[in-house]
């Protein structure tokens, strides 16, 4: 087993720096990633472009996380009560950590004290200060407080929920087994709740209701509604104004507790739980994740039985935060933790995000609704009228619902000119032009179509099911954009072969089977985690899904994403706690496991092949199977790590709490495993096997051990994989426990290996770098080639790095060296400079062109005076950056990547000279 490292208590930065600038996660489009060499070709699937899976090039895509200025957690010795730790205790070691920070000279503030889910306090203060604050004998670590993005769920088209609850068997846990969720407690940390609706039990009218009702007993406003953390927006407001009324003023919050618990126009999970809303989020905009700490406590200091975290940080995969942190003590603590896994599918592999990557919580993925309701224009097929639904590309005008229009088409389905790649010659002039899915991206499609002459624009799938596409870029789409399934799309193409073929749009919509119902949604995050723990835990209904929403905006909204499969899970667990109010919080999750049921793999649902233990977990919930279970398995997940010699031994215990011994046939079956390229990864068939016994049996009320050995392919494919053992009985449901591993030495992935980064790079024109605010300026630039870059240090004009991750990091160092003559790594400048802290734990990039900017101001430590800074002189320098793999040993050189930049000039204008503020310019 590799030991986890803990943050390196001295590091103080908190941004993507180098001594004091923050940096930005960009996206550079147009640039080529390489593509790992596929070791295994007969064992090779495809890759996810070649199954259509697209990754646009256009939007930002961000990279890691976004610090809080001069914000930061300090973990301190000890426990947290919810962990066994005493107030007093806690109280003593805050107290003593602030004498003894005093005592350093640290000018530090402390905001916040925590001490229920963690031990530890926030403080405000500069880097400098805070390395000086890290020094005291209490700290164990060091972390920066993080901004985290409002959740933003894909807009879907309407089902009714009773669908969305029937995949998961909650209809039957409500209808034949009487389960509600009556005295069950559930915690919705999100947007708020609007407690007025009547579904949660209100008047009806806005602002009609008083705060707290019988339905939504609980709850705080942690921020106030002008609340956003984000600081690249224009919206900006970071101080907190919280009160005691949890309404809802943006929505997701309302819709994730609809999910859990709505009991009126349409019925939730568990429509008669105990509500309690803990808004952590202004009317937009984004939190912070010491604010989230905040709720947490809060939420468990109100004896809820279970917390819901519809919130995630894409490509986040480290659980050493301290909110994950504080989810796993909530969970020893007593109360159940669920999260969503990310809506970060289409960019690939280990895009899981915390808090759901948490080592005790129920990282949820998400599955697509059975059935969709949109909006439908008509066709005329052998004299009959026939309703082809379509979803609609956005930003672009909506198409109309009434006229009609005549259909045009560019080539046979297939065929590089259906997809419109590239400008074509024909005139589309008035027409509307039908386009294939696949090749480039839906925003480039539509730009094509126009400057064609096109009057609008319909995308027909490549694969089964329908895409909600996104046509940010410039220029903008301005024409109509519509999307449809793959064989609407062969129907008019073979309609207008056969002759000039006219549509008409019309205001009907048609409800109809989603051909994607059942299967992993795709925008649903790729595990493992960084450490190669199994993530996701279980999947549940996210894809298109109808719930409550705010009274003033409709009352009723369709959103999808993992956000919405995080709620089924947890009202799920209210109906399991419930039945079995003596189940302990950490034997929730193996029995929803031991329960669920795998999905096909959804890129070839035909293929033969489950979908990635990795993306799905053990599979869809099914939660009346889990409530009648009278046997279980332990552990209820199995993650194997990298490969050993002679395969992986595992134990594992099923015990019968029923009245009769059970005989169980035990099986296997393996999943598709993924590895290369993680922007664009490729697939294999199951690359493990499985040895042991044939059968158990369990005797009742006892139980019975079960010893295999995982093999996996024993050709370090350098891939994850996974699959499911399984326990298969007459008249018993099939028990099954997920498992998954890394099929090769973990510390061979590389972690720098990309076409164009790193590089030096010049960005200018900031005073601060947040986001992607450079980006969207035009402010960055590459040097030419053979170009040494000079910087001036002033308006942010300074040396800067563009990294891109390739798979995650467990640390990241960043030293600064005189350059020679001839532009080469000399001398350092004076001891090793390290970057911050915030580099111990990376995740990779968030795209193929996806990079971090890391900014060095041009100082260095100082061992004397009051800022420990100094500038040093102008002159020729280059930066070296070593990054160590994940579970790597820093002192094992096969297990670190070093890059060396080319050198570039600081050259100060009226500085004074060569060594300001430096001393006789020596280094």
Same mark, same amino acid.
């Given at each position: 087993?590799?030991?986890?490292?803990?943050?390196?208590?001295?590091?103080?930065?908190?941004?993507?720096?180098?001594?004091?600038?923050?940096?930005?996660?960009?996206?550079?489009?147009?640039?080529?990633?390489?593509?790992?060499?596929?070791?295994?070709?007969?064992?090779?699937?495809?890759?996810?472009?070649?199954?259509?899976?697209?990754?646009?090039?256009?939007?930002?895509?961000?990279?890691?996380?976004?610090?809080?200025?001069?914000?930061?957690?300090?973990?301190?010795?000890?426990?947290?009560?919810?962990?066994?730790?005493?107030?007093?205790?806690?109280?003593?070691?805050?107290?003593?950590?602030?004498?003894?920070?005093?005592?350093?000279?640290?000018?530090?503030?402390?905001?916040?004290?925590?001490?229920?889910?963690?031990?530890?306090?926030?403080?405000?203060?500069?880097?400098?200060?805070?390395?000086?604050?890290?020094?005291?004998?209490?700290?164990?670590?060091?972390?920066?407080?993080?901004?985290?993005?409002?959740?933003?769920?894909?807009?879907?088209?309407?089902?009714?929920?009773?669908?969305?609850?029937?995949?998961?068997?909650?209809?039957?846990?409500?209808?034949?087994?009487?389960?509600?969720?009556?005295?069950?407690?559930?915690?919705?940390?999100?947007?708020?709740?609007?407690?007025?609706?009547?579904?949660?039990?209100?008047?009806?009218?806005?602002?009609?209701?008083?705060?707290?009702?019988?339905?939504?007993?609980?709850?705080?406003?942690?921020?106030?509604?002008?609340?956003?953390?984000?600081?690249?927006?224009?919206?900006?407001?970071?101080?907190?104004?919280?009160?005691?009324?949890?309404?809802?003023?943006?929505?997701?919050?309302?819709?994730?507790?609809?999910?859990?618990?709505?009991?009126?126009?349409?019925?939730?999970?568990?429509?008669?739980?105990?509500?309690?809303?803990?808004?952590?989020?202004?009317?937009?905009?984004?939190?912070?994740?010491?604010?989230?700490?905040?709720?947490?406590?809060?939420?468990?200091?109100?004896?809820?039985?279970?917390?819901?975290?519809?919130?995630?940080?894409?490509?986040?995969?480290?659980?050493?935060?301290?909110?994950?942190?504080?989810?796993?003590?909530?969970?020893?603590?007593?109360?159940?933790?669920?999260?969503?896994?990310?809506?970060?599918?289409?960019?690939?592999?280990?895009?899981?995000?915390?808090?759901?990557?948490?080592?005790?919580?129920?990282?949820?993925?998400?599955?697509?609704?059975?059935?969709?309701?949109?909006?439908?224009?008509?066709?005329?097929?052998?004299?009959?009228?026939?309703?082809?639904?379509?979803?609609?590309?956005?930003?672009?005008?909506?198409?109309?619902?009434?006229?009609?229009?005549?259909?045009?088409?560019?080539?046979?389905?297939?065929?590089?000119?259906?997809?419109?790649?590239?400008?074509?010659?024909?005139?589309?002039?008035?027409?509307?032009?039908?386009?294939?899915?696949?090749?480039?991206?839906?925003?480039?499609?539509?730009?094509?179509?126009?400057?064609?002459?096109?009057?609008?624009?319909?995308?027909?799938?490549?694969?089964?099911?329908?895409?909600?596409?996104?046509?940010?870029?410039?220029?903008?789409?301005?024409?109509?954009?519509?999307?449809?399934?793959?064989?609407?799309?062969?129907?008019?193409?073979?309609?207008?072969?056969?002759?000039?073929?006219?549509?008409?749009?019309?205001?009907?919509?048609?409800?109809?089977?989603?051909?994607?119902?059942?299967?992993?949604?795709?925008?649903?995050?790729?595990?493992?985690?960084?450490?190669?723990?199994?993530?996701?835990?279980?999947?549940?209904?996210?894809?298109?899904?109808?719930?409550?929403?705010?009274?003033?905006?409709?009352?009723?909204?369709?959103?999808?994403?993992?956000?919405?499969?995080?709620?089924?899970?947890?009202?799920?667990?209210?109906?399991?706690?419930?039945?079995?109010?003596?189940?302990?919080?950490?034997?929730?999750?193996?029995?929803?496991?031991?329960?669920?049921?795998?999905?096909?793999?959804?890129?070839?649902?035909?293929?033969?092949?489950?979908?990635?233990?990795?993306?799905?977990?053990?599979?869809?919930?099914?939660?009346?199977?889990?409530?009648?279970?009278?046997?279980?398995?332990?552990?209820?997940?199995?993650?194997?790590?990298?490969?050993?010699?002679?395969?992986?031994?595992?134990?594992?215990?099923?015990?019968?709490?029923?009245?009769?011994?059970?005989?169980?046939?035990?099986?296997?079956?393996?999943?598709?495993?993924?590895?290369?390229?993680?922007?664009?990864? !490729? #697939?294999?068939?199951?690359? %493990? &096997?499985? =040895? /042991?016994?044939?059968?158990?049996? +369990?005797?009742?009320?006892? @139980?019975?051990?079960?010893?295999?050995?995982?093999?996996?392919?024993?050709?370090?494919?350098?891939?994850?994989?996974?699959?499911?053992?399984?326990?298969?009985?007459?008249?018993?449901?099939?028990?099954?426990?997920?498992?998954?591993?890394?099929?090769?030495?973990?510390?061979?992935?590389?972690?720098?290996?990309?076409?164009?980064?790193?590089?030096?790079?010049?960005?200018?024109?900031?005073?601060?770098?947040?986001?992607?605010?450079?980006?969207?300026?035009?402010?960055?630039?590459?040097?030419?080639?053979?170009?040494?870059?000079?910087?001036?240090?002033?308006?942010?004009?300074?040396?800067?790095?563009?990294?891109?991750?390739?798979?995650?990091?467990?640390?990241? !160092? #960043?030293?600064?060296?005189? %350059? &020679?003559? =001839? /532009?080469?790594?000399?001398?350092? +400048?004076?001891?090793?400079? @390290?970057?911050?802290?915030?580099?111990?734990?990376?995740?990779?990039?968030?795209?193929?062109?996806?990079?971090?900017?890391?900014?060095?101001?041009?100082?260095?430590?100082?061992?004397?005076?009051?800022?420990?800074?100094?500038?040093?002189?102008?002159?020729?320098?280059?930066?070296?950056?070593?990054?160590?793999?994940?579970?790597?040993?820093?002192?094992?050189?096969?297990?670190?990547?070093?890059?060396?930049?080319?050198?570039?000039?600081?050259?100060?204008?009226?500085?004074?000279?060569?060594?300001?503020?430096?001393?006789?310019?020596?280094?």
């Amino acid at each position: 087993m590799q030991h986890r490292p803990h943050p390196w208590r001295e590091h103080s930065g908190a941004r993507r720096l180098l001594a004091g600038l923050g940096g930005a996660a960009l996206l550079a489009a147009g640039l080529t990633p390489a593509v790992a060499a596929d070791p295994t070709e007969e064992r090779t699937l495809g890759t996810a472009s070649e199954h259509g899976v697209e990754h646009p090039v256009t939007a930002e895509t961000p990279e890691g996380v976004t610090a809080v200025p001069n914000s930061w957690f300090v973990q301190l010795q000890g426990q947290p009560t919810a962990a066994g730790g005493t107030v007093s205790q806690v109280r003593a070691t805050q107290r003593a950590f602030e004498r003894e920070a005093r005592s350093l000279g640290a000018e530090v503030a402390v905001a916040e004290r925590f001490g229920t889910a963690w031990q530890g306090v926030t403080v405000r203060g500069s880097e400098a200060q805070v390395r000086k604050a890290a020094g005291a004998s209490q700290v164990e670590a060091v972390f920066p407080v993080t901004v985290v993005e409002a959740p933003e769920p894909l807009e879907g088209e309407r089902p009714d929920l009773t669908f969305a609850t029937a995949m998961t068997g909650a209809d039957i846990a409500q209808s034949e087994l009487g389960l509600t969720g009556e005295g069950v407690k559930v915690a919705v940390m999100d947007t708020g709740v609007d407690y007025d609706h009547p579904d949660f039990g209100g008047n009806g009218s806005p602002d009609s209701t008083e705060f707290p009702t019988e339905r939504v007993a609980y709850g705080y406003d942690f921020v106030g509604d002008d609340y956003n953390a984000d600081a690249s927006s224009d919206s900006y407001q970071p101080e907190p104004n919280p009160d005691g009324d949890p309404d809802d003023c943006q929505g997701h919050g309302t819709h994730v507790a609809g999910i859990v618990g709505a009991n009126g126009e349409l019925t939730g999970v568990a429509p008669e739980v105990t509500l309690g809303a803990y808004r952590v989020f202004g009317c937009d905009g984004s939190t912070t994740s010491d604010i989230m700490l905040q709720a947490m406590e809060r939420a468990y200091q109100d004896g809820m039985d279970v917390l819901n975290m519809s919130i995630g940080s894409a490509f986040a995969t480290w659980p050493q935060y301290p909110t994950a942190v504080g989810s796993d003590n909530l969970v020893d603590a007593g109360m159940v933790v669920v999260a969503s896994i990310g809506n970060s599918g289409a960019a690939g592999t280990w895009s899981a995000g915390a808090p759901g990557v948490g080592e005790k919580v129920i990282g949820v993925a998400s599955f697509d609704n059975t059935h969709f309701e949109a909006n439908a224009f008509t066709v005329t097929v052998d004299g009959e009228e026939v309703a082809v639904p379509y979803v609609v590309g956005s930003p672009a005008p909506e198409p109309p619902t009434s006229g009609t229009a005549t259909l045009s088409r560019l080539g046979d389905p297939g065929s590089t000119a259906a997809q419109l790649c590239s400008p074509t010659e024909q005139d589309l002039s008035g027409t509307v032009v039908l386009v294939e899915r696949g090749g480039c991206t839906f925003h480039l499609k539509g730009v094509h179509a126009q400057q064609a002459g096109a009057a609008g624009v319909i995308l027909y799938n490549n694969a089964p099911g329908i895409v909600n596409p996104s046509l940010t870029g410039e220029p903008p789409v301005e024409i109509p954009y519509a999307s449809i399934f793959a064989e609407d799309g062969q129907l008019l193409d073979d309609l207008v072969t056969s002759g000039e073929t006219e549509i008409t749009w019309t205001d009907q919509t048609v409800v109809a089977p989603s051909p994607t119902g059942g299967l992993i949604s795709s925008f649903s995050s790729y595990g493992m985690t960084a450490e190669l723990d199994l993530k996701p835990d279980i999947g549940a209904p996210g894809g298109n899904i109808n719930a409550p929403y705010p009274l003033e905006q409709g009352g009723y909204a369709v959103l999808s994403g993992t956000s919405m499969a995080a709620p089924h899970t947890a009202g799920a667990v209210a109906l399991l706690l419930e039945e079995r109010p003596d189940t302990a919080p950490e034997d929730v999750r193996p029995i929803l496991q031991n329960s669920a049921d795998p999905a096909p793999w959804s890129l070839a649902p035909s293929a033969g092949f489950p979908e990635p233990v990795h993306r799905q977990g053990a599979g869809m919930l099914d939660i009346d199977d889990a409530v009648l279970a009278t046997t279980s398995v332990s552990p209820g997940k199995l993650s194997l790590g990298e490969s050993v010699e002679g395969g992986h031994e595992v134990t594992l215990t099923l015990r019968n709490d029923g009245d009769s011994d059970v005989t169980y046939a035990v099986g296997e079956q393996g999943g598709v495993a993924t590895g290369g390229n993680p922007n664009d990864p !490729t #697939f294999y068939g199951p690359l %493990a &096997t499985v =040895d /042991g016994p044939e059968s158990v049996t +369990v005797p009742a009320g006892g @139980s019975a051990d079960v010893t295999l050995t995982i093999h996996d392919s024993g050709e370090d494919v350098l891939a994850q994989y996974g699959g499911w053992i399984s326990f298969t009985a007459e008249d018993a449901p099939q028990l099954r426990v997920p498992y998954a591993g890394f099929d090769g030495d973990y510390q061979d992935v590389s972690l720098l290996d990309h076409a164009v980064f790193p590089t030096m790079a010049t960005l200018t024109g900031c005073d601060r770098f947040i986001g992607v605010d450079c980006v969207k300026d035009g402010s960055w630039s590459l040097p030419e080639e053979g170009e040494t870059p000079t910087y001036s240090m002033e308006d942010g004009d300074v040396p800067t790095a563009l990294v891109h991750l390739v798979h995650p990091a467990q640390r990241a !160092t #960043f030293r600064v060296y005189h %350059a &020679t003559e =001839d /532009g080469t790594k000399g001398r350092p +400048v004076h001891k090793v400079f @390290s970057v911050a802290m915030a580099e111990q734990f990376l995740g990779r990039s968030g795209g193929p062109n996806a990079f971090t900017a890391w900014a060095w101001d041009g100082t260095r430590s100082h061992n004397h005076g009051n800022d420990k800074r100094k500038q040093v002189p102008d002159g020729d320098y280059v930066l070296e950056l070593t990054v160590v793999n994940a579970l790597g040993d820093a002192g094992n050189p096969e297990h670190v990547e070093t890059w060396t930049s080319s050198s570039f000039t600081i050259d100060r204008p009226d500085d004074g000279g060569p060594g300001k503020g430096y001393g006789k310019g020596k280094g």
